[in-house]
């Protein structure tokens, strides 16, 4: 019987190391490279061609300079979309329902119960996702690292063979 292999989706961005300290580097990355293929890109053309930094695991020993490649497993970027985007939704949906619900019951429009209700349960979402983030940073799956050096600013020694 033949097992089917797992390939592991990964996001790939070039970048310059800015900083280096303690096991992680700054690099500085294009926005609009990783978005290339993305449909919602028109959102973002604002940001097309700027520059921002990222804090990243330096596991390679990247020096200031160099030009490097940086990884964030596919799949974790998923995990956080969901959490991100698709939670607060169906709270603000799930809430809505029940303030549309108990409004009567409790004295208000039904439309003004689901406003406050389910405006009410989407933001304690965003509040726990936000408790939720300080974990996730010190949680290095969901961390981007350099995976490979492309270039190096240290000059390599030049070797002479001098008789």
């Not at 028109?42 to 990243?56: N, R, S």
């Not at 939670?87 to 689901?114: C, D, E, M, R, T």
């Not at 996702?129 to 240290?154: N, Q």
Request: glycine share 10%; net charge negative; aromatic share 4%.
């Amino acid at each position: 019987m033949k097992m089917a292999s797992v390939e592991v989706v990964m996001i790939r961005e070039e970048g310059i190391v800015q900083r280096v300290f303690s096991g992680k580097a700054i690099v500085k990355v294009h926005r609009h490279a990783a978005c290339e293929h993305c449909d919602s890109r028109g959102a973002c053309d604002i940001f097309e061609g700027k520059e921002m930094e990222v804090e990243v695991i330096n596991e390679l020993g990247a020096e200031e300079g160099d030009r490097v490649e940086v990884s964030v497993p596919g799949g974790s970027l998923l995990k956080l979309s969901l959490l991100v985007y698709f939670i607060p939704i169906v709270a603000l949906i799930v809430g809505a329902s029940i303030g549309n619900f108990l409004g009567p019951i409790i004295g208000l429009a039904p439309a003004l119960g689901a406003i406050a209700v389910g405006g009410a349960l989407m933001a304690v979402t965003y509040w726990t996702l936000k408790r939720m983030d300080k974990l996730a940073l010190s949680t290095e799956a969901y961390s981007p690292r350099i995976t490979k050096v492309l270039s190096s600013s240290v000059p390599m020694p030049q070797i002479c063979d001098s008789k």
